[in-house]
């Protein structure tokens, strides 16, 4: 919970982890891997304000009081969504498996919700576990990791038919949310890893699922807002877009608001802090404060109120996995309805 | 470092497809040297162990391409460091391989088409950045859509637009439209030019936003400027500066 000049706040952090990528992790023989992907995720720590930057080691391996103090106690998160991320070829026991976040959050009660994540190549055995996984914790949510790299193939498609196995099985089940993340790696490589048609694909051919594109197609921005705008079942998951750019670059963060304002609007877009990547507090103190920097080039953009950032920041999030938010945190119904209406028949 | 200075005319020759800015300017150029005996070595550095292999196959491949077509380069060594594809790319490069064959298995073709794709983006954004110092000079989507590139005042924005145009093989001189649709190169009618000119400003946004990531990223993991660096940084549009 966050207040500020008068506003309150519910915060949700719709994409967060608890990761082990310390080399008591890594796997033999593929130690470059595990040591080149926890790296790459350091240096977008870098991108954060100094002061909120650890050590390579801390960053590695951080405890379960580290992470209940950064998001909760110093973050105003009041619901976080763990998205578990595997890579099984990497780190031993995962990078943040179901098992791992669950086995944490279990001992902070209403504190999260644990999204769990499947991968078509690992066939019947994967959707038995899937199965398992939401019996045993409630998951209402999916995150899925298109790079990953499974026996030799580096990646896949929502498109594929073994993809649409799951997400049939995903609707049977009862989860609503799929997290979708773009990688680099792909089959075959010689087609953009990035690209975002097989989710376009994918959301019409299943309306009853939302599918949560993270750091907004990131480095696909235009090509995912351009098919969110067709799909009314498609949301910008604001990782990477806060943590990576509202402190590196003010002026870039705002055109890239602006553009998701326009195109998705306030509506369909959730904040997540990507803990351990960066932490919640700055992020969440400085998107309150955050406006468009005094120039007419921002003029043509849609502005974005309090209300707007409550959205955001929690009530967005709170909707799509039906988390019960406090009276006072709320707004008045009309404040609910979509925004960019008008903004999307541009493109009917 | 001795005879570097044409090799790096070189390199500012060579781009990232997704990024459309030279490797130079970008600080992807870790080092370059060329002997008195003509044997040029050129190393290279991306923002991340990840970096799409593909994107990256293309800029050691034209990075090797540039170099070997110099006057007096007898032979090129091109090698990409710090990346989990390094092996597969450096070899399938100096062995002139070809992509399919570099990543044989993995890969159902060469990289053409995904190259073509990017420099249509690059036409779009490009558009957008092009219209973005016309609009603050008080042009709306209608007086946009009615002018040639003509019509455009000088300036490195344009340039770069009419060159990429060129390499598509769009109409790129001074009656051209300055909005055109960059698959067909047919002018975009009033009608749909405020659809037009959002995509490309939406276009030029994301990789102005994703250049920004990857130089941060870059300075994060190396603290070195690389040849040419700043000096080729003047030249792009959008660019702000660091905090």
Redesign the interface.
């Known amino acids: 919970m966050y207040e500020k000049d008068g506003q309150k706040y519910f915060v949700v952090d719709g994409h967060m982890h608890y990761w082990n990528a310390a080399p008591d992790n890594w796997v033999p023989g593929a130690e470059?891997?595990a040591k080149?992907?926890i790296?790459?995720f350091?240096?977008?720590m870098?991108?954060g304000p100094p002061e909120t930057h650890w050590t390579l080691e801390h960053f590695q391996k951080y405890s379960e009081d580290d992470l209940m103090t950064d998001v909760f106690g110093n973050g105003h998160v009041d619901v976080a969504v763990f998205q578990p991320t595997y890579l099984l070829e990497w780190y031993k026991e995962g990078f943040n498996t179901t098992e791992r976040n669950a086995t944490m959050g279990e001992r902070h009660p209403g504190k999260f919700v644990y999204n769990t994540r499947w991968d078509p190549r690992d066939g019947d055995v994967g959707l038995e576990t899937l199965r398992r996984n939401v019996e045993r914790y409630g998951s209402r949510g999916c995150k899925l990791y298109t790079a990953e790299w499974n026996n030799g193939s580096?990646g896949w498609k929502l498109t594929e038919p073994g993809a649409y196995r799951y997400l049939e099985a995903c609707q049977e089940l009862g989860i609503k949310n799929i997290h979708v993340h773009k990688?680099?790696?792909i089959?075959?490589?010689?087609?953009?890893?990035?690209d975002v048609s097989d989710v376009d694909r994918a959301a019409t051919d299943f309306p009853g699922l939302n599918f949560i594109v993270e750091h907004v197609g990131?480095?696909?921005?235009?090509d995912f807002?351009?098919m969110a705008t067709q799909e009314p079942n498609v949301y910008a998951g604001l990782a990477v877009v806060i943590g990576?750019?509202m402190?590196?670059?003010?002026?870039?963060f705002a055109?890239?608001m602006?553009?998701l304002l326009?195109?998705l609007g306030e509506d369909k877009l959730l904040f997540g802090s990507d803990y351990a990547i960066w932490e919640p507090q700055w992020q969440v103190e400085g998107f309150v404060d955050w406006d468009y920097p005094e120039s007419?080039?921002y003029s043509d953009y849609p502005r974005l109120s309090a209300a707007g950032k409550r959205k955001i920041l929690g009530l967005n999030a709170a909707r799509l996995y039906d988390i019960e938010v406090p009276p006072e945190y709320r707004l008045p119904a009309k404040a609910g309805t979509p925004a960019a209406q008008d903004d999307a028949q541009?493109?009917d | 470092m001795s005879g570097a200075t044409p090799l790096l005319a070189a390199l500012d020759t060579v781009r990232d497809p997704e990024l459309d800015e030279p490797i130079t300017a970008l600080g992807f150029v870790a080092a370059c040297a060329l002997s008195s005996d003509g044997d040029a070595e050129v190393r290279l550095r991306l923002p991340t162990y990840f970096c799409a292999p593909n994107f990256a196959y293309l800029m050691v491949a034209d990075a090797y391409d540039a170099v070997t077509a110099l006057p007096g380069v007898r032979s090129a060594r091109v090698v990409l460091e710090d990346h989990f594809a390094a092996d597969a790319i450096n070899g399938g490069v100096a062995a002139q391989t070809g992509f399919a064959r570099s990543f044989a298995g993995e890969a159902a073709g060469e990289l053409d088409d995904l190259r073509r794709d990017f420099l249509r983006k690059a036409v779009l954004a490009g558009t957008g950045q092009v219209c973005r110092a016309l609009r603050a000079s008080g042009a709306d989507d209608a007086t946009l859509a009615s002018l040639t590139l003509g019509d455009v005042p000088p300036g490195p924005a344009l340039d770069r637009l009419r060159q990429r145009r060129t390499e598509l093989g769009l109409p790129a001189g001074d009656e051209a439209p300055l909005l055109v649709d960059p698959v067909t190169g047919q002018g975009v009618g009033p009608d749909a030019a405020a659809l037009h000119l959002r995509r490309a400003r939406l276009t030029a946004v994301s990789i102005e936003a994703n250049g920004s990531i990857c130089r941060d990223m870059l300075r994060h993991r190396y603290d070195t400027s690389g040849p040419h660096e700043q000096a080729q940084r003047q030249q792009v549009p959008g660019e702000e500066e660091l905090r």
């Open positions: 470059q891997y080149g992907w790296e790459c350091y240096a977008y870098g991108l580096r990688g680099p790696t089959w075959p490589l010689d087609k953009d890893a990035f990131l480095p696909r921005i235009e807002c351009f990576g750019l402190h590196a670059r003010p002026r870039f055109r890239v602006g553009e326009f195109w007419d080039e541009l493109v």
